[in-house]
T-cell receptor
C-alpha cells in the first residue's frame, strides 16, 4: 500500500551495529505496528502504538526499541543487531474509527551478518 | 483470542471460484473474522472482515456459518494474480492482537 512507506527496503548490516528502520504513513491513522516475518512463518508483533504517547511491547520486543515521532512516523531500532534478527520487517497502520483493519507497508528485508 | 485452523495449501483453476476454509471453533461473541493475503514477500493485504453476517466487497465474499465456528473466503473468479498465502485471523475489533498463523498457500493454475 503506497500510503505506508518503509525505508530502507533492503539492508545488510554487521553484528553489533545499531540500525533504524523507518515507517511513514499518509493515511491519517492513529495506530501503528511493527512486525517481523521469518521464512515460512506468519508475522509476529514486535511493538505497537495506539497514539503518539502510547507505546506497547508486542510478542517479541527483546532486542528492539521504537519511537513514535509523530502520528505519521514510527521507527524501529535494533540497538545491537544479531544474526537471528535477520528477517522481513513490516510496518502497519490502522484506525479504530474506520474499522481497524491493518494496512501494511512493503517491508524491509534486513540481513545481519 | 480464538485459534484458527486452515489447510496448508490449495490449488484452483484460473477463472474458477476459490473457496478457502477456516475453522475457528473457539470464537467468542465479540470476535471478528478477518482475512488478509500476502503475495510473495510483499506486505499483507487486507481483504475483508465480518462478525456474523455474510460480507461481500470488490475483492471477495466472506461466508460465516450460523454457529460462527467456521468461515469461507470466496474469490469468485480467481486469476493468476490471486496466487498468495491467505491468512484467517480471529480477533476483537480494536485490539492490537493479530495472530498470523501459517495460512493457506493458494496456487491459481492457468
Amino acid at each position: 500500500d503506497a500510503d505506508v512507506t518503509q525505508t530502507p527496503r533492503n539492508r545488510i548490516t554487521k553484528t553489533g551495529k545499531r540500525i533504524m528502520l523507518e515507517c511513514s504513513q499518509t493515511k491519517g491513522h492513529d495506530r501503528m505496528y511493527w512486525y517481523r516475518q521469518d521464512p515460512g512463518l506468519g508475522l509476529r508483533l514486535i511493538y505497537y502504538s495506539f497514539d503518539v504517547k502510547d507505546i506497547n511491547k508486542g510478542e517479541i520486543s527483546d532486542g528492539y526499541s521504537v519511537s513514535r515521532q509523530a502520528q505519521a512516523k514510527f521507527s524501529l531500532s535494533l540497538e545491537s543487531a544479531i544474526p537471528n534478527q535477520t528477517a522481513l520487517y513490516f510496518c502497519a497502520t490502522s484506525d479504530i474509527s474506520r474499522g481497524d483493519e491493518q494496512y501494511f507497508g512493503p517491508g524491509t528485508r534486513l540481513t545481519v551478518t | 483470542d480464538a485459534k484458527t485452523t486452515q489447510p496448508p495449501s490449495m490449488d484452483c483453476a484460473e477463472g474458477r471460484a476459490a473457496n478457502l476454509p477456516c475453522n475457528h471453533s473457539t470464537i467468542s461473541g465479540n470476535e471478528y473474522v478477518y482475512w488478509y493475503r500476502q503475495i510473495h514477500s510483499q506486505g499483507p493485504q487486507y481483504i475483508i472482515h465480518g462478525l456474523k453476517n455474510n460480507e461481500t466487497n470488490e475483492m471477495a465474499s466472506l461466508i460465516i456459518t450460523e454457529d460462527r465456528k467456521s468461515s469461507t473466503l470466496i474469490l469468485p473468479h480467481a486469476t493468476l494474480r490471486d496466487t498468495a498465502v491467505y491468512y484467517c485471523i480471529v480477533t476483537r475489533k480494536g485490539t492490537y492482537k493479530y495472530i498470523f498463523g501459517t495460512g493457506t498457500r493458494l496456487k491459481v493454475l492457468a
